[in-house]
């Protein structure tokens, strides 16, 4: 998913805030002969970045339901424009039915305007395998919804290290297993030579990727009293970017629009630190010709005196149901077979790491990944990237604001933690 979570920001929130709340339970199943012959006729809506395997999801539902059948809508999801117009559907008085989440926060605040029917006695009555989704979603549902199920998860995000084994091969080195921070750096200074058009990063870690890896593999978060380890974070940041100049700089990134998968398919950019959408859009695009990289990848490094694998990520896509439908019932069994061990196994096969966690799924997405390191996703303990609270988009806001002027020497780092935690207080603490 480009930019991963970019669908999220502040669009969303002002689109929640003017959008309609109360809207009608949605517990009734009429008829919709939109089809013509009596079906019951679902308009579910997503982005157009999971056009390709949520149709084959939708296709498989259809082919099993004689009496459901799913229309699939999809909309761009840049620059919020997903976000935005799901927000005109639900308060506007669309025949929309289903649609897809993108990220927690997403779902807490859709939750907290009515903008989603309540599934907890589906659930239940349905005896949905909660479970298979890992803890991350437990304490999601716990923390941000009060334990009351509004949507159920069909992806899961964990960030690994991806390389590009050409390099590797071409420098006679061996390709990279689990490492420490330090060992990261440390390598990707030795693999950065050249100049201009020419030029070898060792490393590439994008301008977007805000989240304090390193801190939140410690068990720091952007909401604790003590964020020592999220200022040591930035002054590594600080020291890829611009004392080793081992990686592309965030000041250029930022000025010229660098689009990182591109840049690390065009060759020379030997390991990228990202998310587990990378494999999919990777292959996508091998597939298409767009690139001929060979590439592999590695549990994202750790920090130091730490040796089991750690990731930070999370459950982050949902589906769930709009209260206006009529039919909310297909709706939800619809949002159960893409939540369930099937379909999830459909999305496994696009290399696309499922939210529900089961042999099926994880044979799934090995088969469909067909690199040795992608076994990793389902080896590494998984701490949550964003606090299931409500105001985490703008936690991750002003955090953002002040890792940026941080990172272009506009003040240093004990600067910017003071000035984060002092604004983050009137956003905790309005």
């Keep these: 998913m480009s930019n991963k979570r970019k669908v999220i920001g502040s669009a969303l929130i002002g689109a929640l805030a003017v959008s309609l709340a109360g809207c009608s339970s949605g517990n009734s199943d009429a008829p919709n002969d939109a089809s013509g012959e009596g079906k019951v006729v679902l308009e579910y809506y997503t982005w157009t970045d999971e056009e390709d395997y949520m149709k084959k999801v939708v296709e498989a539902f259809n082919a099993q339901h004689s009496d459901i059948e799913v229309h699939m809508n999809t909309i761009s999801n840049n620059s919020d424009e997903y976000n935005t117009k799901i927000m005109n559907n639900l308060s506007g008085g669309s025949a929309m039915d289903v649609y897809s989440i993108n990220g927690t926060s997403s779902l807490g605040l859709y939750a907290s305007r009515n903008q989603l029917v309540d599934l907890t006695d589906r659930v239940k009555a349905a005896n949905v395998d909660v479970g298979a989704y890992g803890p991350s979603y437990q304490d999601i549902i716990e923390v ?15 960030y690994a290290l ?7 091969d071409r420098e006679g080195i061996p390709y990279p297993k689990q490492m ?6 440390e390598l990707a200074k030795s693999l950065t030579k050249g100049e201009g058009a020419d030029k070898q990063w060792g490393g590439y870690y994008a301008d977007w990727l805000t989240a304090p890896l390193g801190a939140l593999q410690q ?3 952007l909401l604790d009293d003590s964020l020592d380890n999220v200022s040591s974070w930035l002054e590594y940041m600080d ?22 998968i591109k840049q690390f398919e065009s060759g020379n950019v030997a390991m990228l630190i990202n998310g587990e959408w990378t494999v999919n859009m990777l292959k996508a695009d091998i597939a298409a010709g767009k690139t001929d990289i060979t ?29 206006s439908s009529k039919n909310a019932d297909a709706a939800f069994e619809f949002a159960r077979f893409v939540a369930g061990e099937e379909g999830e196994s459909i999305v496994a096969e696009s290399s696309v790491l499922p939210a529900y966690s089961s042999d099926k799924t994880k044979e799934a997405f090995l088969n469909a990944t067909g690199i040795e390191g992608s076994g990793y996703f389902f080896e590494a303990n998984t701490v949550i990237e964003n606090q299931p609270v409500a105001q985490i988009n703008e936690v991750n806001r002003i955090y953002g604001e002040q890792r ?18 002092d604004q983050r207080k009137s956003v905790l603490n309005p």
């Excluded at 941000?144 to 964990?158: C, D, F, I, M, N």
């Excluded at 991806?162 to 590797?168: E, G, P, R, T």
């Design 239 to 260: 020291r890829l970017y611009e004392q080793d100049q081992s990686h592309m700089s965030y000041k250029q990134m930022k000025a010229e629009s660098v689009d990182w």
């Design 219 to 221: 068990g720091t978060t």
């Design 404 to 421: 940026d002027l941080f990172l272009f020497h506009e003040q240093d780092a004990a600067k910017a933690i003071a000035n984060f935690m």
């Design 144 to 158: 941000l919804t009060e334990g009351k199920y509004y949507a159920l998860p069909y992806r899961t995000s964990q």
């Design 162 to 168: 991806f390389y590009n084994k050409a390099i590797f």
């Design 180 to 185: 420490t921070w330090e060992e990261y750096a």
């Design 295 to 323: 590439f592999d990848m590695a549990p994202l490094p750790l920090p130091e005196g730490t040796t089991d694998p750690i990731t930070v990520g999370g459950v982050s896509t949902f589906i769930g149901v709009n209260p």
